[in-house]
């Protein structure tokens, strides 16, 4: 079953602009995991929060937590047009192994 | 140096055809993975191996074998292709099996016609 659920599904923004993804999942989960995906490329990790985590930094990436409404959200800053790409949210649920992911957002970062 | 390595890359055959994707990870890593990712971009789990084992079989038509001679390859054999199979399939590892993050490898683009 799907667990994590990106939105907005495709997001268009100028370069220079910030870029907020947001993913909700069901079940309680021990982390979350972010994605990215280039248009032919395989998923590359970004960051992984874990479930006792509220907020991590990677750059100009923030990627924050809040597991009473089950979802988390990714933020990059100063977008560039080299972050064209997919991203995608991923959980496992608490006492299984099995990592499960959404469908992702399309992200456009427009010159 | 490639750590996540799957060939072919792109594959088309035919309805009714037998298949094989091949996989190598050179991490050391003790689990690997089969995902499916449609044309909608749904990346959905297959299988997954930890240390030769399956650990994961996701209601996954019997057409579809996996085997892992070692822990550093996993292949995935397609009996009797159906035009549903057109999709990208990842191979991908993680150092074991408990959530962590995963090396995904850049795809097989299989096209049933």
């Known amino acids: 079953s799907q667990q994590g659920e990106e939105d907005p599904q495709a997001l268009s923004i100028q370069e220079g602009e910030n870029a907020t993804m947001n993913c909700s999942y069901k079940t309680s989960i021990n982390n979350l995991q972010w994605y990215r995906q280039n248009s032919g490329r395989g998923l590359v990790h970004l960051i992984l929060?874990?479930?006792?985590?509220r907020e991590k930094h990677s750059g100009r990436l923030r990627v924050t937590l809040d597991t009473s409404k089950k979802s988390s959200s990714l933020l990059i800053t100063a977008s560039r047009a080299a972050d064209t790409a997919s991203y995608f949210c991923a959980t496992d649920e608490a006492g299984s192994s099995k990592l499960v992911f959404g469908q992702g957002t399309r992200l456009t970062i427009n010159p | 140096d490639t750590a996540v390595s799957q060939t072919p890359k792109y594959l088309v055959t035919q309805m009714g055809n037998d298949k094989s994707i091949k996989c190598e990870q050179n991490l050391g890593h003790d689990t690997m993975y089969w995902y499916k990712q449609d044309s909608k971009k749904f990346l959905k789990i297959m299988f997954s191996?930890?240390?030769?084992?399956?650990?994961i079989n996701e209601t996954v038509p019997n057409r579809f074998s996996p085997k892992s001679p070692d822990k550093a390859h996993l292949n995935l054999h397609i009996n009797s292709l159906e035009l549903g199979d057109s999709a990208v399939y990842f191979c991908?590892?993680?150092?074991?099996?408990?959530?962590?993050?995963?090396?995904f490898g850049e795809g097989s683009w299989l096209t049933v016609v």
């Open positions: 929060i874990r479930s006792n985590e």
């Open positions: 991908a590892s993680s150092q074991d099996w408990s959530g962590n993050t995963i090396y």
């Open positions: 191996y930890n240390n030769k084992e399956l650990i």
